[in-house]
């Protein structure tokens, strides 16, 4: 299994961006994806899932702003981020995760890991 994340980059307050998590075969049909992120400083945090039956779950930070979503014919997992605020800026991981979400905001759920793409919000 292999997930390739992508799309970060450099984004002021209250600007978007969007970040892609591109699996390898047919992981994505069967499995939940969790988007995490780790902050300088701080543990590794799960901040959004879609479940293997597209049920979404968002942390409160960012509810309202991120929305995750799937296309399976491209095999990849997009978090739309809206809104964006300084206290986003991590790297992000996106990581195959059980398949109903559960406890996915821990990163001791991630099974399989993409590499990190950098998010940085300033202005």
């Known amino acids: 299994v292999q997930l390739q994340a992508s799309g970060g980059g450099l984004v002021q307050p209250g600007g978007s961006l969007r970040l892609s998590c591109e699996a390898s075969?047919?992981?994505?049909?069967?499995?939940?994806i969790a988007w995490f992120r780790q902050a300088p400083g701080k543990e590794r945090e799960g901040v959004s899932c879609i479940s293997a039956s597209n049920w979404t779950y968002y942390v409160e930070s960012v509810k309202g702003r991120f929305s995750i979503s799937r296309n399976k014919a491209k095999r990849t997992v997009y978090l739309q981020m809206n809104g964006m605020e300084p206290l986003d800026t991590a790297v992000y991981y996106c990581?195959?995760?059980?398949?109903?979400?559960?406890?996915?905001?821990?990163?001791?759920?991630?099974?399989?890991w993409g590499q990190g793409t950098q998010v940085t919000v300033s202005s």
């Open positions: 075969g047919s992981i994505l049909d069967n499995y939940a």
């Open positions: 990581a195959v995760v059980d398949v109903t979400c559960y406890k996915y905001t821990e990163s001791s759920t991630g099974i399989f």
